[in-house]
């Protein structure tokens, strides 16, 4: 029993009901059950949301199966002859097959401690009760938890119908010969990076002058040169202002006025919350201007009862910081452990060719943040010297001036990603130069670079850059 906002008695369903079976969702279910929560999960699809189904997981499977080309060119330096093709319905399969055993895990993860499944579609009708679509059943909960995800928003122009998202682009029934990508962000540079591995004679059109807008400039510019090398064909300050079907070819107007046809167009223009139609308007929940759920430092909403995590809120769009958000939702709530995500430093990755890890500021970013050094390494990655391959890895290291406090590491080339997740726990305790150039350096390896610099590359002295 609970007591309503007026004192009186009210006996609910359950305490918990969560919309949205996904990485957050998942752990805020998971957790409050654990700590003897009442819990019940809704989902209209399937079990792990987009990260597990037809997102992170199926695309850095993908981002592998495009890898092996690259691998294969270079296995003659190292004395392999290799004779190998590709089969694209046998990648769809394996891909399936290893989401549905995740979703198996999911599920059998909620059951465990007694969280409640119930596959349809709910919408919100007060401040503590949800409707079932499907059946038309009505439950009520002491509190709601919003983690329906987001979506990819497709542009609205004519014949847009005719185009995927990355939804549809892992199912695919057969590999295109030849595919447009529009977007600059993570989505598109990945997607572009696994069709031009498979042998998909792809082009990326972007509105802006270079990808991954917000990153670092020399991660940028290295991976606009590693995508064209690696066959990418790259169209700037461009978007497509229609789409029409001739046949089984899809065919492009771009803003110029110029028209080619393609066997796919994607759109990878961005995500939007999964808030339309979801009637948290009934209940009083304050969205913000691009559709999302406008919380606090502890996930709550507007309406009390409320809470919502993840992509929902338009936080920070990463598995990880939504499972973080669902579990300290639960710590809070049900635990009486009162804890906030830090939202300021969380390293990312972009699974391109060349791969990319970051953490904390860019540096055009600390340069306004006082006197900074900036540290730079450039250099072939050592299983590319046996080769002709020329690309290039790239570290940056952006620190206060006179071996202060690291502000931000970039890094490009082989396993980036990897690499950022260890120094991140450095960055996020606050490590300086001088911790770095503490570390001996493991040989021979990439990330012995980062501490092993000597003197900085260049420097920010009064906002103004100087050497270089």
Same mark, same amino acid.
């Given at each position: ?38 819990? $019940? ?23 592998? =199966?495009? +890898? ?53 579609? $709910? ?35 004519? %014949?847009?119908?005719? %185009? ?9 029934? *057969? ?23 498979? %042998? ?6 972007? +509105? ?32 497509? $202002? ?89 710590? *809070? ?6 804890? $906030? ?36 390494? +450039? ?10 391959? *020329? ?25 980036? !990603? ?20 503490? *570390? ?6 990439? =990330? ?17 850059? !100087?050497?270089?």
């Amino acid at each position: 029993m609970t007591m309503n906002d007026l004192g009186t008695s009210m006996a609910y369903d359950y305490d918990l009901l969560v919309i949205g079976a996904g990485s957050g969702g998942v752990r805020a279910a998971r957790m409050s059950a654990t700590y003897g929560a009442k819990v $019940a999960i809704i989902e209209e699809f399937r079990v792990g949301g987009t990260c597990v189904i037809r997102g992170c997981v199926p695309k850095k499977l993908y981002v592998y =199966a495009s +890898r092996f080309a690259d691998q294969f060119d270079l296995a003659p330096s190292f004395g392999w002859q290799v004779d190998a093709r590709f089969d694209w319905p046998t990648l769809v399969a394996a891909k399936e097959k290893e989401i549905t055993r995740l979703e198996s895990a999911y599920t059998a993860n909620l059951e465990k401690p007694g969280v409640e499944i119930i596959k349809e579609r $709910a919408v919100v009708t007060g401040p503590n009760s949800i409707k079932l679509l499907g059946s038309g059943r009505e439950l009520t909960a002491e509190r709601l938890l919003i983690a329906t995800g987001s979506h990819p928003f497709i542009p609205n122009i004519p %014949g847009a119908e005719f %185009g995927i998202t990355s939804n549809e682009a892992f199912d695919l029934p *057969t590999l295109p010969k030849t595919i447009l990508i529009e977007g600059g962000g993570y989505i598109a540079v990945e997607f572009a990076t696994i069709f031009a591995g498979l %042998g998909v004679d792809t082009t990326l059109i972007y +509105r802006g002058d270079r990808v991954l807008r917000g990153f670092d400039e020399d991660m940028r510019i290295g991976l606009e040169a590693g995508l064209t090398t690696r066959g990418v064909r790259l169209i700037y300050q461009t978007t497509i $202002a229609s789409l029409s079907k001739m046949g089984e070819a899809v065919h492009a107007t771009f803003s110029d006025g110029v028209t080619a046809p393609y066997d796919a167009v994607m759109f990878a223009t961005g995500r939007r919350a999964n808030t339309t139609g979801l009637g948290l308007e009934t209940a009083g929940v304050k969205l913000n201007a691009d559709g999302s759920v406008a919380v606090d430092a502890y996930s709550q909403s507007s309406a009390p009862s409320i809470y919502a995590v993840g992509d929902v809120t338009g936080r920070a769009q990463l598995t990880p910081v939504a499972i973080r958000e669902g579990w300290y939702f639960a710590e *809070t709530v049900y635990n009486n452990k009162p804890q $906030a995500v830090d939202h300021s430093i969380i390293p990312t990755a972009v699974f391109s060719e060349p791969e990319i890890g970051v953490v904390g500021l860019n540096e055009e970013e600390a340069a306004t943040h006082g006197d900074i050094d900036v540290y730079v390494a +450039r250099f072939r990655p050592m299983q590319n010297t046996l080769s002709t391959r *020329t690309e290039r890895m790239v570290l940056k290291l952006i620190t206060e001036k006179n071996e202060g406090k690291v502000l931000g590491v970039h890094i490009l080339g082989p396993s980036a !990603a990897e690499m950022i997740q260890l120094v991140g726990i450095a960055v996020g305790m606050g490590a300086t130069k001088a911790d770095f150039d503490r *570390t001996i350096a493991l040989h021979p390896s990439a =990330a012995e670079e980062l501490v092993t610099f000597k003197a900085p590359s260049y420097i920010y002295r009064d906002g103004k850059k !100087a050497g270089g």
